[in-house]
């Protein structure tokens, strides 16, 4: 599923040495840091990693409609904590199932609120997401009244902490979400229409795809998405956290450039956000086993999430 | 704007060489475009002297706002124009933008201003006024190149009139000694060429069939009908509000009054979507805006508007899809080494030839081409030409905007004129001739309009 080509060509396969660029950096970044540190490769580390990574995943896998329709959701990280304090209010309520359908709902909602805004009210996605960015914040610290939620049942525990064979459960969650989403967006009308929205938006409107409807599908599923994080993320830290998320937004942006993703839309995909998690993800821990402070590690993110977009740019202008 | 490859310029008799805006202006050469160039959210002051304002202090950058407002001043007192300094461009009309335009040159010491197509925003109280302004500079000594496809302005305010064709001089006259006729046969010119391979459809029921479609200030009143197996020219100069007529009826564009027959039936036509569902095609004008989606595939951009008719329950079924794909790529002969290639690394002829196929690929049997060949070589537009034949041939109805007067004559079937978003002439394909067409375009009088019975469908 890794493979970017995720349309079959007409030309028989060859191979696209352009697309191994990324799997190999990161092939070798496994290498180094597992030569520096052998933890690196112990099944605990590679275990953490994964479960810690799930969260940016599945925002992730959103950002990448959003962001590929010439979108962009800002919104994402502040829905983790208004999911995570639905979630465990609506959870001491109506039980395990009820605050996990309610919590993963209420990242639909919010969604639902940013393509309205989006598509039928015009304000652009930058603006209309950075207001959800703030305001879902707020309903998060109004809901709990800042404080964190406990008690949760003990059965919740295990979506977060649990395996699946070998596999933390976090870890499968999102390897599903990514599979499931790169079929969507390979293989359906809805994810064509993506595609097209992207590339160019007046011509998608002239050739008859329903841009209004489309656009407020990428908001709801991004939405929808985050609520699957938040209550997974909910689950790993045992309580409902109206503080979940600063931030993740913005590397849920970068885990889809880094991997190839145009920012201005049209270009990308599950496959390539896919490497661009495993970088980061990848990259901290590895900086984390090789004792590199988490103060250098944010100078060496940065430089990365510029310098792979050069990189890009600079592949582009030779072609 | 554009640097020549060969040529020489002369300035006040002295060989120059203009590499830049810049190097113009410091020769006292200004352009008015046609879209004006002004910066809305400034004030009219800080347009005129945009990068030049007069200074309290350079080293912080601080602007002398009482000079500045006085300069400017001054230079609106002497075109006699009664803006405030301090309004804001935005807020002006057009006229007034374009005079602020003209205040900026006269700023700016110019001895030469370039003017193209100025009058094409304006109302004829303006234009009058804009007239009497440039009359005013001519007696000031100010040289004046007017670019306009109005000939009764270049004869009204011209004393040369230089006529360019296909980016060739063909003649410079004394506009006093030269009729209008005389002018519009230069402006023509070459011999039809047989480079049209017009099919001969016999025309069968009504296709198409616009009633009264109205939008204010845009389209007045235009009625039209094409038949099955027939192609309705649509001449007419820049400006003629031809694409936007074509952009009304296919749901682009809003109207405010009108009606619209498919097949005699008539149809609600709110957007782009229920224009295809009523089997209607638009082949846009600006191919790489609304045409192409660059970063796409030929295979997607091919399917785009019949993309359901492949997918089962939302998945698209790529074999079926790639089929076709392949079917017409080939049988429209679009060069490309595979149908994964993107379409924006193809030549523009053969990018026409993927939106023309994408259309194709839906049911439409009615078409509307908007400067279909516009861009693309002399063999793809052949190409384009066969296309279009055989789509009458299989009983569609083609209206083709076009502001190639040849392509209009050597294609069409009957041909309407239209100017400032009316329709001023219709003509058989047998009694058409270029000049005919022009002086129709250029000074054909708006047919006046019957009272508006019946509502919008």
């Known amino acids: 599923m890794i493979t970017a080509a995720g349309v079959p060509s007409t030309s028989p396969r060859r191979i696209r040495w352009g697309q191994l660029g990324m799997p190999a950096v990161i092939v070798l970044m496994m290498v180094a840091f597992g030569s520096e540190n052998p933890n690196f490769w112990s099944a605990t580390n590679i275990a953490n990693v994964s479960r810690q990574a799930s969260t940016l995943a599945l925002i992730s896998i959103g950002q990448t409609f959003a962001i590929l329709s010439a979108g962009i959701d800002l919104s994402v990280g502040s829905l983790l904590a208004l999911v995570s304090v639905v979630c465990a209010q609506e959870m001491l309520r109506f039980g395990v199932v009820g605050g996990m359908v309610a919590g993963v709902l209420a990242g639909g909602l919010a969604g639902l609120v940013n393509g309205v805004l989006i598509a039928k009210a015009r304000v652009p996605a930058f603006i209309a997401t950075l207001g959800m960015l703030v305001a879902a914040r707020g309903v998060a610290l109004t809901l709990s009244g800042g404080l964190p939620i406990g008690g949760l049942p003990r059965a919740f525990l295990v979506v977060g902490a649990g395996y699946w064979g070998p596999f933390p459960i976090p870890t499968v969650i999102a390897a599903v979400a990514f599979a499931g989403a790169h079929l969507v967006l390979s293989r359906t009308v809805f994810g064509r229409y993506v595609y097209a929205m992207g590339s160019n938006e007046e011509a998608a409107v002239l050739s008859g795809i329903n841009v209004v409807k489309h656009k407020i599908l990428v908001y709801v599923a991004s939405g929808l998405f985050a609520g699957v994080a938040g209550v997974v993320l909910t689950s790993r830290v045992v309580s409902g956290q109206p503080t979940l998320g600063e931030t993740q937004e913005l590397y849920s942006i970068a885990a889809v450039v880094i991997g190839g993703g145009k920012i201005t839309g049209g270009v990308g995909g599950m496959g390539k956000t896919l490497m661009g998690v495993l970088v980061l993800a990848i990259l901290s821990n590895g900086l984390n086993l090789i004792q590199v402070s988490s103060y250098v590690q944010n100078i060496v993110i940065g430089a990365i999430i510029v310098g792979a977009v050069y990189i890009d740019l600079a592949r582009e202008r030779r072609r | ?457």
């Open chain 2, 1 to 457: 704007m554009y640097a020549p490859d060969a040529g020489e310029i002369h300035v006040d008799g002295r060989k120059v060489r203009i590499r830049h805006p810049h190097d113009a202006q410091a020769l006292g050469i200004s352009t008015i475009h046609q879209e004006l160039n002004l910066a809305p959210d400034l004030s009219v002051a800080e347009n005129i002297f945009l990068g030049r304002e007069p200074m309290l202090s350079r080293a912080l950058g601080v602007v002398d706002r009482r000079a500045l407002m006085q300069r400017t001043r001054q230079i609106l007192a002497s075109l006699d124009l009664q803006v405030p300094p301090d309004a804001k461009v935005k807020d002006l009309g057009v006229a007034e933008q374009q005079m602020v335009e003209i205040a900026k040159a006269l700023s700016l010491e110019s001895r030469l201003i370039v003017m193209d197509e100025p009058t094409s925003a304006l109302t004829s109280r303006e234009i009058d006024r804009l007239f009497a302004t440039i009359r005013e500079l001519k007696r000031r000594g100010v040289a004046i190149v007017y670019i306009s496809h109005r000939l009764d302005e270049v004869k009204a305010l011209g004393d040369r009139a230089t006529i360019l064709r296909d980016g060739g001089l063909v003649s410079t006259v004394e506009v006093a000694e030269t009729p209008i006729d005389e002018l519009i046969r230069l402006m023509v010119g070459r011999d039809l060429k047989d480079k049209f391979p017009k099919a001969n459809v016999e025309p069968g029921e009504e296709g198409l069939r616009v009633e009264h479609l109205t939008r204010t200030g845009v389209l007045h009143d235009v009625s039209f009908h094409v038949r099955r197996g027939e192609i309705l020219g649509l001449a007419g100069l820049v400006g003629a509000k031809r694409t936007e007529t074509a952009r009304a009826i296919f749901g682009a564009d809003p109207l405010d009054w009108g009606r619209i027959l498919v097949h005699g039936t008539p149809v609600t036509i709110g957007s782009p979507r229920d224009a295809i569902r009523h089997r209607i095609a638009l082949i846009p004008e600006d191919r790489k805006r609304q045409g192409i989606l660059a970063s796409m595939s030929v295979r997607e951009n091919i399917t785009l508007s019949s993309l359901p008719r492949f997918a089962r329950a939302g998945v698209v079924d790529f074999g079926r899809e790639r089929a076709h794909a392949r079917e017409y790529a080939t049988s429209l002969r679009v060069a490309t080494p595979d149908l994964e290639r993107q379409v924006v690394y193809l030549s523009g002829g053969n990018q026409q030839k993927v939106v023309i196929a994408k259309w194709l690929s839906t049911d439409a049997d009615v078409f509307l081409f908007d400067e279909p060949t516009r861009g693309i070589d002399v063999g793809a537009k052949v190409e384009v030409y066969q296309l279009m034949n055989d789509l009458v041939r299989r009983g569609a109805a083609i209206v083709m905007i076009s502001s190639e007067l040849p392509e209009i004559l050597g294609m069409s079937d009957r041909i309407l004129v239209m100017r400032d978003g009316r329709i001023v002439g219709e003509f058989d394909r047998r009694d058409a001739t270029e000049e005919r067409i022009l002086e129709c375009a250029l000074r054909g009088a708006p047919v006046p309009s019957p009272d508006l019975h019946g509502a919008r469908a």
